[in-house]
């Protein structure tokens, strides 16, 4: 027997490499940085192509273009003729940037949040107790009642009372709903540093996670510069940045507003922002300083992150940035709402959403 034989390894060419998948996930990334514009996606993955040689004689990005026709993806009938996203495409963003964040996650893993209350829930335990009026059939363990009645009764008079019934003890499930804050003012992309992209993925893996794990849960999303207002989960992809500066009021008042809407006793604001607040609005007009920490601005910001401690609404606010001045507004904000805070480099934001969401679903119960 020669046993193993160890050589220089030569890898060789990805075969199909150039294929409509590998191609799709490059799509994908590209459509997040360009706010959905399919065209300028197009483009801008044409020049990678001329720069990494991703596409082959057998298959171009012109056969990459018709097959996203074919499958759906994108689609130019519209009077302009230009390509425009699908609902596919949409939903293809969403689980791809789960995937990408959220990677460990299953779709197989539906249900709602687990709390440590028994009651007439959904999730099964092994305990049994006594029948109470108002438990529902199924509850009910059939063998260990015609035990019970064939103990106390005997098999001569058997008969079954709601004495011998025993019933399965239930978890109790609860629902819990969820403002995420975005900030869109113009230093998410100041200095070259594209900070918008990072937190639209956050957003749609949220949304995605949501969906397929917590369908019960409620998750609403509100965008906030000059002002605030509330954006659905399929324009997330075309979210862009504005000339606006940060009205953090604005966005806690709405968040507010939407949460008061929900009956069940469990929610929470997701703040992601990258700078202090600068901005309030005052009538029809609007009061800015973008220079350091203004006292008007940043005490309407602390009595409303009171307010939302006094109706048990934690807030989490995802810092990206690492001034010392921005650390010490979101420490005196964080202390007064009684909430959570992050300073996080963008690459570590998904994970830290994540596992924040799940310890707040714990601990607000």
Request: aromatic letters at 10%; one cysteine or more.
């Amino acid at each position: 027997m020669l046993g193993y034989r160890f050589s220089q390894y030569i890898p060789q060419e990805m075969a199909g490499e150039a294929t409509f998948d590998s191609l799709l996930k490059i799509f994908m990334q590209l459509l997040l940085v360009t706010s959905g514009d399919v065209s300028e996606a197009l483009h801008w993955l044409s020049n990678l192509d001329k720069q990494y040689n991703f596409s082959s004689e057998d298959y171009g990005i012109g056969d990459f273009i018709e097959d996203l026709k074919k499958e759906g993806y994108i689609t130019d009938e519209n009077p302009e003729g230009r390509f425009e996203l699908t609902a596919k495409s949409e939903q293809s963003i969403r689980r791809s940037a789960l995937e990408e964040i959220f990677g460990k996650l299953k779709k197989g893993n539906k249900g709602n949040h687990h709390t440590h209350f028994g009651g007439a829930g959904e999730e099964p335990r092994t305990e049994l107790r006594d029948y109470q009026f108002g438990d529902s059939l199924d509850q009910i363990s059939v063998t260990d009642s015609l035990r019970n009645a064939q103990v106390n009764h005997g098999m001569e008079q058997f008969m079954l009372t709601e004495n011998d019934l025993e019933v399965h003890e239930k978890d109790f499930k609860t629902q819990t709903s969820t403002v995420l804050m975005i900030d869109i003012s113009h230093s998410m992309i100041l200095y070259g540093e594209d900070r918008i992209t990072p937190a639209k993925k956050v957003a749609l893996a949220l949304a995605e996670l949501i969906k397929i794990k917590y369908p019960k849960d409620s998750l609403e999303i509100i965008v906030f510069g000059n002002d605030a207002w509330q954006i659905q989960v399929k324009d997330l992809p075309y979210l862009q940045v504005g000339p606006y500066h940060t009205n953090t009021v604005a966005g806690l008042e709405l968040a507010m507003d939407l949460l008061r809407k929900r009956k069940n006793s469990n929610k929470q604001i997701f703040m992601i922002t990258d700078g202090k607040p600068t901005c309030l609005k005052q009538g029809i007009k609007y009061y800015k300083n973008s220079f350091g920490l203004d006292s008007k601005i940043l005490n309407k910001t602390l009595n409303l992150a009171a307010q939302c401690r006094r109706l048990n609404i934690p807030i989490t606010t995802f810092m990206i940035a690492s001034d010392p001045y921005l650390k010490q507004f979101v420490q005196e904000f964080t202390k007064v709402n009684n909430g959570n805070a992050y300073y996080s480099n963008l690459q570590g934001l998904g994970h830290l959403v994540f596992e924040d969401y799940r310890r707040n679903r714990r601990k607000n119960f």
